[in-house]
């Protein structure tokens, strides 16, 4: 009997992926664990394995395409088995909690009317801009699984139509920095959001980096850098406050064991938060080695969905751009983030004389239903302290 291989829900959010490349051809025999195509994800790129042994049946997308969560994407046949007609899967999730083979979600399906004489599934949203527009639907080349037309393809068809207006078209977000914004955007109408700073002596910090940077890097084989030190330090602060160390799970507090920092990665495709676990237990070395190749993987597209979940809290650091100081946006469902900019040698009151000293601005963000402004405070004060007199080995 035939194996659907379908395009796996590789995270809560995921809702399609895109077909990077076929690593095996139609009429190919293929192993079970066997790799048969790259596809990627609103966060990561990633390849699905064949779920059985046998002959690769008909490729039902081709390279780029965008395919639904769930959809049927090709076969794995028995020798001289005839593939069934391509239709889409009719199973559905009974709850969140259940997962098919290789955590697959298939959506509900929605049967499509046609339109007049145009015979392709279009979606209501696509629908309604096409007729907003006065877009024959006809001519539209849908992008979507089963030709599918989506709102951007009537949007391309718009700016097609007018090229005039080209510049001045609306780009629709899509992929990562699509999830980015919808996340960013739910949580800060979610979670009550207060800010709270401190200016920091960072000549102490500055001085344990140029002692143990030769030492370190011998060890990690990478450069140390200040994000490093931030993020053993956010984590032994993390650790003497556990009240900060905790999640928003919806409906109360979920407290963690170990204290994970994210650290906010900049690329082309949007922001990406990696996660390095348990840092308290790592040494310096272990964590300059461990973040250097998470940021390795965000930038080159290989980081797994591990690498990504489990953060209790992130750091992120715009001191490389030049910028003294900014207020982020809390990553749900963390309760607080913390905004560092960069080390500026500024004047300071020192035993009562003007002296000029290398500080630097820390701009906490949290979240008011999981902390009150005294143990934000408490944490943000711990955090300083750890800058300005750091333990580190």
Known sequence: MAVDVVM??????????KIITWLKKEGERVVQGEALLGIETDKVSVEVEAPASGTLGPVLFPDGATVTVGQVITYILAPGEVPPRAEPPSHQPSTVGHTLEAGVFPPPQSPERPTGHHQMPVSPVARGLAAQLGIDLTKVVGTGPQGRVLKEDVQHMAAMLQPEAAENSVEPLQGLRKVVAQRMLHSFQTAPHFYLCVEVDASQLLQTSERLRESIEKVSHVRLTF?????KIAGQALHEHPEVNVVWDGVGI???DTANVGLAVATERGLIVPVLHDVVRKSLAEISSERHDLVEKVRSGRISLHE????????SNLGTFAIDQFIAIINPPQAAIVSIGRIKERPVAVNGQVAIRPTVFLTLSADHRILDGAEAAQFLGRFGALIEEPSLP
Do not use: A, Y
């Open 8 to 17: 796996p829900r590789l995270g809560l959010t995921m809702e399609e992926g």
């Open 227 to 231: 994000s490093d030190l931030v993020i």
């Open 254 to 256: 979920r407290r963690l």
């Open 308 to 315: 990504l979940e489990g953060g209790s809290f992130t750091v």
